[in-house]
């Protein structure tokens, strides 16, 4: 699923947007004998029909882990091995029940996701201006909780144009999630020298030592 939802132009599954434009569509495996895998089949995208689908067998309305009786799950396999019945509607009954299929399968990945913190990480949403929820907490440790204090860590120089306009140049930039990486030192209410020193050696790569207490 991670990797699925790296697709472009797609979205998340398991939100307020229409099924058809998620990443992909979550089937239930048609099937009542034990399953070899919780993850079935995985059918490619096609023209007409832009997601992909991903047949599981851990959960649904029918299949070996279905909760409706059984003889839900005999009807659709009489009617999708029927032969004989060309009418295309003999396959209704099957989708309709995936539409809930799907629906209860995209909030059992979001409840799955959701203390995972790395999995908004990937996806790039600890870089955008409102970032996941993880990742607000730990600004809030260090102290940078509120969003206009952001992006603010620079080194800049003011330069003056030959026609006398005054502009700045930044040297070097500080990145936010920089930060985080020493949020247990930089959420003490105490700074040591230590601390620092960790900081600033860990960011340069360069020995550090911090000398207190030194006079002009």
């Not at 009489?78 to 209704?92: G, M, Q, V, Y």
């Not at 399968?105 to 908004?120: C, D, I, N, Q």
């Not at 870089?127 to 607000?136: A, K």
């Not at 020493?182 to 030592?209: E, K």
């Amino acid at each position: 699923m991670r990797i699925l939802q790296q697709v472009g132009g797609r979205r998340r599954v398991g939100y307020a947007g229409p099924p058809e434009a998620e990443a992909v569509r979550f089937l239930a495996h048609l099937s009542l004998s034990f399953p070899a895998s919780s993850i079935h089949e995985l059918i490619p995208a096609t023209p007409e029909r832009p997601a992909p689908r991903l047949v599981q067998a851990f959960m649904g309305l029918t299949g070996p882990s279905g909760v409706l009786p059984r003889h839900y799950t005999d009807l659709l396999y009489r009617l999708e091995r029927d032969r004989s019945e060309k009418n295309p509607e003999r396959h209704a009954l099957r989708e309709w029940f995936d539409l809930f299929n799907h629906r209860f399968v995209s909030l059992f990945y979001r409840a799955w996701e959701k203390y995972r913190f790395f999995v908004p990480y990937e996806r790039g949403e600890s870089s955008l201006s409102d970032p996941d929820l993880f990742t607000s907490c730990l600004f809030s440790l260090v102290g940078f909780g509120t969003p206009f204090l952001r992006n603010r860590l620079r080194v800049s120089v003011r330069e003056t144009t030959e026609d006398g306009e005054s502009h700045e140049r930044v040297l070097a930039r500080i990145e936010n999630l920089t930060l985080l990486r020493y949020g247990g030192l930089l959420a003490h209410q105490v700074r040591s020298a230590a601390g620092l020193q960790a900081i600033l050696q860990d960011y340069f790569q360069f020995p550090v030592r911090v000398c207190q207490y030194q006079g002009q």
